[in-house]
C-alpha cells in the first residue's frame, strides 16, 4: 500500500487512545501523517500537520480539506458509545429517539460524509486504503447477546454504507480498498465504564490496537473492500 515516495495518511480524530496511538505509529514507520482533531493533539514531529477542527460536518472540514494535500490512505477512528448523556441501552424500554439519533450521526453518517468528501484525495489509478473503525457488536449475525441497541445498529449501518461505497467505487477506483476494522477493546474513554469485567488479555493498549490495526492494513488488498475485519485481519459476518 506504499509508493516509492514517502506515503501520506490522514487519521481523522487523532486526540483520541486509538488515533493518537495511530498518529505515532505511522510517524515511527517514516509516514507522513496529517492529523484531524477537535483537540490539541499533544505530539510533535517534522512529518507531522496537526489540524484543529471544529467537527466533522462536511462545513466544519472544508479549510482543513481545501489544504489538505492527496493521501494514500485515510483512517477514520470516530465513534461514540456512551457520552454524559446517555450509556448503551440494556433494554427495549431504554431505546429513545436521541441516542439513536446521536448513535447514528457520529457512527455512521458522518464516516460516509468524511469518504464522500475525502474521495478526491485518494488516487484513482494507485493503490490506497479508506479505513474506519467499526465494531464487532455491529454483526447482525454474530448478535447473541442483545442489547447496546443504537451502537449496534449504527455501526451495521456503518458497515452496510461501506460496502455500498465499496461497490461503486470498485468501479472508478480499481485500487482503492474500503475496509471497517474491529480493533478490539480499546484502553481508551469509550471502554472506561465497561472494564471491571473484562479478562486482562483482552484489554489492548492503544499501542497494542494501532499496531495490529497498521498490520492489517498493510495487508489489505482488492479482495478486501467492503469487509468487516478483525484486528487479527480474519472477515467477520455482516
Known sequence: MTTDEQSHVLIIGASGGVGKA?????????????AWSRNPI?????ALSCVQVQGYQPAQISDALAELDDVQGVISTLGVLHNDDFMPEKQLD???AEQLQASFQVNAILPILLLQQLLPKLPRKQPAFWVQLSAKVGSITD???GGWYSYRASKAALNMLLKTASVELGRSHK???IAAIHPGTTDTQLSKPFQERLPQDKLYSPAKSASRIAAVI?????DDSGK????DGTELPY
Not at 218 to 222: E, K
Request: charged share 20%.
Open 22 to 34: 495511530l498518529v505515532e505509529h505511522y510517524l515511527n514507520q517514516d509516514w507522513r501523517v496529517t
Open 143 to 145: 448478535n447473541y447477546l
Open 42 to 46: 499533544e505530539v510533535t514531529h517534522d
Open 218 to 222: 498493510a495487508d489489505l488488498t482488492t
Open 175 to 177: 485500487k482503492l480498498v
Open 94 to 96: 431504554a431505546v429513545n
Open 228 to 231: 468487516l475485519l478483525h484486528w
